[in-house]
């Protein structure tokens, strides 16, 4: 257990449905991300936080996905009008940034979307 | 950012060192080289990060010649549960790239 927790661990919803996920980060830590990770493949960037900002967001990130850190804490993770596609592990991270010279992402157990 | 490449897959026994090459040919001058474990279900878990040169903790060494062109993991007497896929990364430490990774089985 790393300490970062994700919500829920699986999700089973038909296309067209709207879904969400919840990361709760490592408290202390002040950066937050999300990647997907599909059968076969290694994680893949989405968007990352600096405390409540989106410094970032992948190509891979379409409109109809939002992620937000209200507050600097929890993050959430939207797709709206889902599709098979996006059928993969959501995963979560969190960092402490500053520790000058190492930078350790801790991951989240990931939420596996299944679109039906 | 700078690719990586390392083999598809390793297989060894219990007890015995497993070292994964990772070449990194367009490594940058400030780019770390970092190492992450992931088991099946799970999310990928730190290894070790490196400069240059050596660097060892509780869990494994890692080796880097002098061009930084490649990196070495190893690991020291593995076991069953050392079964897991391995990812070399390089450079951006924030936004990771991670490969298809080396999945190594340990056998008994």
């Known amino acids: 257990d790393t300490g970062v927790s994700q919500n829920p661990r699986h999700k089973i919803t038909k296309r067209g449905q709207n879904v969400t996920f919840r990361c709760d980060p490592i408290?202390?830590?002040?950066?937050l991300y999300w990647y997907r990770q599909t059968l076969g493949q290694g994680p893949e960037f989405l968007t990352y936080f600096q405390n409540e900002a989106q410094l970032e967001k992948s190509r891979l990130l379409s409109d109809r996905f939002s992620a937000e850190r209200p507050k600097g804490s929890f993050s959430t993770l939207e797709i709206q009008r889902t599709e098979q596609g996006d059928s993969a592990m959501y995963l979560c991270?969190?960092?402490?940034?500053?520790?000058?010279?190492?930078?350790?992402?801790?991951f989240g157990p990931g939420t596996r979307l299944t679109v039906t | 950012l700078a690719k990586t490449t390392q083999p598809i897959s390793m297989d060894s026994y219990e007890g015995q060192e497993v070292n994964i090459t990772c070449s990194h040919n367009n490594i940058a001058t400030n780019d770390y080289i970092t190492w992450y474990q992931q088991f099946p279900s799970q999310g990928p878990r730190f290894i070790i990060q490196?400069?240059?040169t050596k660097v060892t903790n509780e869990v494994a060494s890692l080796f880097i010649p002098a061009d930084r062109k490649s990196s070495t993991l190893s690991l020291p007497r593995v076991s069953l549960s050392d079964t897991a896929v391995y990812y070399c990364?390089?450079?951006?430490?924030?936004?990771?790239?991670f490969g298809a990774g080396t999945t190594v089985t340990v056998r008994a």
């Open positions: 991270a969190s960092s402490l940034v500053g520790w000058e010279g190492r930078y350790e992402q801790y």
């Open positions: 490196g400069y240059k």
């Open positions: 408290s202390e830590h002040n950066r």
């Open positions: 990364l390089v450079g951006d430490m924030e936004k990771l790239s």
